[in-house]
């Protein structure tokens, strides 16, 4: 119960926040306040950063099994950044992509 007390003023806090979340900055309560990642993934992004910080949204993409590009701009656009950078697509071309599937 305290649990998910302390989560949910956290998610507010966040939400009335007007600067993002870092990824390179973030703890656990932040990283689950983005709505998508929960605790499987703000661990494994924190296990990645124990490793060293994240340089840029291709290195965080790259370290961190589970996150693509689709849920790299969807949590951007909820304020998740890396480097205080938003991830811009800069993707391949999409027969690229598809040829990775």
Do not use: H
Request: some cysteine; charged content about 25%; glycine content about 8%.
């Amino acid at each position: 119960m305290l649990k998910i007390f302390l989560s949910l003023i956290a998610m507010l806090y966040t939400a009335v926040c007007l600067a993002g979340t870092d990824v390179n900055k973030a703890n656990a309560a932040d990283l689950d306040s983005i709505k998508g990642i929960g605790p499987a993934l703000s661990g494994k992004i924190l296990d990645e950063r124990k490793k060293g910080s994240f340089k840029d949204w291709n290195d965080l993409l790259a370290r961190v099994k589970g996150m693509g590009q689709k849920n790299a701009a969807r949590f951007s656009a909820q304020g998740l950044t890396v480097n205080e950078a938003a991830y811009k697509d800069n993707a391949a071309t999409p027969a690229t992509d598809s040829a990775k599937k």
